[in-house]
């Protein structure tokens, strides 16, 4: 289990909110991904590991772009998280539903392991309607439809473990969680056409599935969390800020993904996703995002989990 980066987080202005590092110098971070075994494919983004050690009293503010829903285990400073009106603090084990908006987050020096659900890993797993917990994060040891990973924290929040023994177990729970879905090759054949992005409609989509519009309706948000026309607009707006944040000193103008019309609907998807303005997103510093989306580009191929092939 090799590292994949060890770098050095750049922050221009300390004082912007967004991007903020509270400290005496820039946070440390060391990232890691594992494949899943073959025997889980089409079921996780990766399982991740995250060292930050952001100085002697320091703290890391950042946030999160839309992704898939998401368990974390935290070692050391617990985190402040918060999608819209949803918000967690000080919880070792937290968990998000899939989103559509950004994932406001505070972090001080910590260890972290993340496992990221795609559809048919929620399908396998979660025994809730991915739509219900869309655009939520919460205390995964509190709330029902995460509780049965909360024995996992015993390992993972323990700073003592090693990471090998804590991705042994990781595995082992895995393997006694899963459980099959009736509906998995539609998972499978709708994900696959989303990631592609060679759908420009709906009824597109439903034909590379294979199946309905009202039967895509419900796989989407059953499985997916959002609507069949919701996830292909997020879709092409992710591969427009991945191709961004992957080209340093790019403009908009040169990231922007062909699917749009031109920079004003661009601008407007911007802002429902993330809340702000391309021009104000792009005048943060993202400490942890920014070197994660690279790190992660490097080692697993795509930036984000939400363009992450459900097979490899």
């Not at 985190?79 to 603090?89: D, K, M, Q, T």
């Amino acid at each position: 289990m090799g590292d994949v980066d060890l770098f050095r987080a750049s922050v221009r202005d300390p004082a912007r909110v967004g991007g903020t590092h509270i400290g005496g110098r820039a946070p440390l971070v060391r990232s890691r991904f594992l494949p899943p075994p073959a025997r889980f494919e089409g079921c996780f983004t990766s399982f991740y590991h995250l060292d930050l050690d952001a100085g002697e009293g320091g703290t890391v503010e950042d946030q999160l772009q839309p992704e898939w829903g998401n368990i974390r285990f935290f070692a050391g400073a617990l985190p402040f998280a918060e999608i819209g009106a949803s918000r967690v603090e000080a919880c070792r084990f937290t968990a998000t539903g899939p989103s559509s908006r950004p994932c406001r987050f505070r972090l001080g020096t910590s260890r972290m392991w993340g496992v990221g659900f795609m559809p048919l890993g929620w399908a396998r797993f979660i025994e809730a309607e991915a739509q219900h917990l869309a655009n939520v994060v919460c205390d995964g040891e509190r709330h029902p439809a995460f509780a049965r990973f909360a024995p996992l924290a015993e390992i993972l929040c323990d700073p003592q473990a090693s990471l090998e023994d804590q991705h042994a177990a990781i595995l082992e729970a895995m393997d006694r969680l899963m459980r099959p879905n009736r509906d998995e090759p539609r998972i499978m054949r709708v994900h696959a056409a989303l990631v592609a992005g060679e759908c420009a409609t709906v009824g597109d989509l439903a034909d590379a599935g294979g199946m309905s519009i009202r039967t895509l309706e419900r796989v989407c948000t059953r499985y997916f969390g959002f609507s069949p026309k919701l996830l292909m607009r997020r879709q092409r707006f992710m591969r427009s800020l991945a191709a961004f944040m992957l080209r340093d000193g790019s403009r908009w103008s040169e990231a922007i993904d062909g699917h749009y019309h031109d920079q004003a609907q661009f601008s407007r998807e911007f802002r429902e996703f993330m809340a702000m303005s391309p021009r104000e997103y792009a005048a943060l510093d993202h400490p942890i995002l920014s070197a994660f989306v690279r790190a992660r580009a490097r080692a697993w191929g795509s930036a984000a989990q939400t363009l992450d092939r459900p097979a490899r």
